[in-house]
Every structure is written in structure tokens, then in C-alpha cells.
């Protein structure tokens, strides 16, 4: 049998990740569909792959706005995010690192990011 070229980096990727970065919004809306649990759909979207990066993360870094909308339409994802302030700091780092402005009109007011807040964020980093 053939192995599939790369095979061996496959257990880095979770399946959330995979469907936000490479597929369309209405996949991911079908996977989400079958869950039946906004817990397990938090979680899946919050949870960091091999390469430290989650699903949130990829959506900000690939700028998909209408994937970014849907996962923060969910309001467990939404409070996780403005609630930990280690995940906020991750959005806020890829907001600035690869972040287009129109993602960043996009996710700023939808979790309350200020100025205030990211310097509130570098005083606990720090």
C-alpha cells in the first residue's frame, strides 16, 4: 500500500483547525450540525494542534471573516475568549501578527478589544 506523502505530520492537526483553515464555511456548518454540543464545538475551536495554533487562531491568520463571524456567534466561545485572558491574549497577537484590517473591525467589537484591554493584557504577560 502507498503511504500518503507527509503522513507522519497528520497527528499535529485537529479536525476543527483542518475544516476552518481549508474548507468552506457551510463544512464547518455541517460538522457543527452533527455535535449536538456547543461544549464540545468550545472546546474543539479553543483547543491548540501540534503547532500550537487553534481553530480561532487559523481563522484570524487565513482573515475568513464569515468563519470568524459563525464561531464567535457562539456565546460559550465568545465568554471563553473575554474571560481568559490567555486566550485573548493569543487573538490579540494574531490580530497583530497577520490580521488584515477588516478581520480586525470584525473581531475587536465583537470581544470588547480597546486599547485599554491590550495594554491590560501586556501588564499580565509581563
Not at 57 to 80: C, P, Y
Request: glycine share 4%; with cysteine.
Amino acid at each position: 500500500s502507498q503511504l500518503i506523502q507527509g503522513w507522519w505530520m497528520y497527528h499535529n492537526f485537529l479536525l476543527i483547525g483542518q475544516l476552518v483553515r481549508f474548507q468552506s464555511l457551510q463544512r464547518l456548518k455541517s460538522v457543527v450540525a452533527m455535535l449536538d454540543d456547543e461544549t464540545v464545538f468550545t472546546e474543539m475551536v479553543l483547543a491548540s494542534d501540534g503547532y500550537n495554533l487553534n481553530a480561532l487562531e487559523g481563522a484570524i491568520g487565513g482573515n475568513k471573516l464569515d468563519v470568524i463571524a459563525f464561531i464567535l456567534s457562539f456565546d460559550a466561545i465568545r465568554k471563553q475568549c473575554m474571560e481568559n485572558q490567555d486566550v485573548m491574549w493569543r487573538i490579540v497577537y494574531w490580530l497583530h501578527l497577520k490580521a488584515k484590517q477588516d478581520t480586525i473591525d470584525t473581531v475587536a467589537p465583537m470581544l470588547k478589544i480597546t486599547k485599554q484591554r491590550v495594554e491590560e493584557l501586556q501588564a499580565h504577560k509581563i
